[in-house]
């Protein structure tokens, strides 16, 4: 059972190139969320998709989009790097949106903007 | 100020030792709470689920108090291996992903 995984787990990119960072779950789950981790900051929500067909932005979406294709993976795209955007990235997955559930995260993605 | 808030540490403690943690949450309509590990260079995982009326696992207690709004990880008889970063996280009422902490670095030495 793989869980939820991430591809790539390192990248490193060019001010204003474009990259798609994939995340893939093979647990059922309905709910499927971005989050990037910067040192001091914790976790920051990017996007979430609470199912199969819906997206919403969380608390620092600007220069992303995301596309959840299938109820098994979500995607999250730089259309336009920046440095700014050097940061290490989790995608997470739940059974769906309830109190009682925790996430189950991926491994990461180690992006660095030169 | 932040909606979730810990110590960021590092917590230096001998093996053996027990430890607590806390984490602020400012907003009241917080529903439920979580205390997530993380290894160096690792993904957060669930440690456990914070209930109101406590939770133990072995070692590990956790404990929610609404009224000065917060909650708390306790380790007993630390381990080397307790060594890592913990995360709280938050369900806030009305929005449909976690707020986390910032973390906690707990060092256990030898």
New interface residues.
Partial sequence: NAGVTQTPKFQVLKTGQSMTLQCAQDMNHNSMYWYRQDPGMGLRLIYYSASEGTTDKGEVPNGYNVSRLNKREFSLRLESAAPSQTSVYFCASSAQYSPNYGYTFGSGTRLTVV | RKE?EQD?GPFNVPEGATVAFNCTYSNSAS??F?W?RQDCR?????LM?VYSSGNEDGRFTAQLNRASQYISLLIRDSKLSDSATY?C?V?IEGR????????TRLQVQP
Avoid: D, H, I, M
């Fill in positions: 979730v960021p529903q439920s979580f997530y690792k993904e957060p995982k669930l689920s995360l996280a369900n449909r992903a976690l707020t986390f902490g910032s973390g």
